[in-house]
């Protein structure tokens, strides 16, 4: 058997980081889903399982975040008995990142190498702005496409409406309202992987990821939680990422579901989330306006006209000074090992 790797977007940019490690007993693959130690990739040879190697696992201990992840193009080593190792982690063309908790400044790595994020907002109970917002900041900052999925829109006797306003949450990306009840949706979102194409899947625990992958897949490969609570909150199910290859080609990223989201490392994913208020901004009179009570603020002028909502601009706000706060911790931190490193060198 022999599997076409350019189904899953391997190309000219893979191949030629490849071409630092190719060698007889080498071979590319493609990470399906990482476990400690060990990941099950998908090669030219097929499905096989690799242990990472000692020097994979050396990178990695001083930063987590050079762990192989679900959908990483790696170096896989065959040896004489047979063993197959994980020898290398090809440079990501995009990465899923969100912050591990509130005092650490170290991520952890959701997914990589995905053209699209489809943030997976539930259209009931009713979608949350703040957490659309923020994951939609999180997308952006991957360097993939983002798209909001309005799900379960079979709960909902009107998904155009609540996708209509959710719309303005997300400027410049496409709302698409989908169910698997009914397949609204499923092929335009299918559409998405084509071409070889990957799409992961962001959103909070029960917001229908895994039933989605599956309704893709055309088969059952991901569990799909069975007890619901009251409050349609549901529980932690998906303990692992999972990526999927497509029947028709491309694949789809399943992503642990997200409850609290600390997440931002820079302001770009911020300013293209909120590509509204950084247009405004960019009119200010002054480079540095915080939209106060400057003169000639944008900003304010847009509040004032009704053009910008009083929601919006709070929750930007909010972000922004996440970002500030993780900025100046990431900033300690780097000052701390620079010093530590001066004083033993
Ligand atoms: N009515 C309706 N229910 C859906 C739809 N999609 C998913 N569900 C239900 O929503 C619940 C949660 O779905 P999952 O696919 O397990 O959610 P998940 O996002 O993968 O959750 P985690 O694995 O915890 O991250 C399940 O009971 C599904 O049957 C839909 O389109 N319509
Ligand atoms: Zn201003």
Known sequence: MSYDLSRLGWDEFFAS???HFDRSDAAPARVLRADRGVCTVLGEAGVTRASLSGSVLLSAAHDPVKLPCAGDWVVTR????????LEA???RRTALIRRTSDKDSTGQLLAANMDTVAVVEPIHPEPDDARV???????WESGAQ???ILSKSDT???PEAVARQLAELA???PVVPVSVRGTQGVEQIRAYAEGGRTLALLGRSGAGKSTLVNALAGAAVMPVQAIRDADGKGRHTTAYRNLVPLPGGGAVLDTPGIRGVGLLDTAEGLDRAFADIAELAAHCRFGDCRHGAEPGCAVAAALANGSLSPRRLASWRKLWHEVEIQTARQQARQAGAAGHRRRRG
């Not at 065959?78 to 190792?85: E, Q, S």
């Open 146 to 148: 983002p798209l909001l």
């Open 17 to 19: 980081a490849y071409g």
């Open 156 to 158: 909902s006797s009107d």
């Open 89 to 91: 982690v090809l440079p």
């Open 171 to 173: 400027p410049g990306i």
């Open 133 to 139: 917002e923020r994951l939609l900041a999180l997308a």
């Open 78 to 85: 065959r040896w004489p008995d047979r063993r197959i190792t």
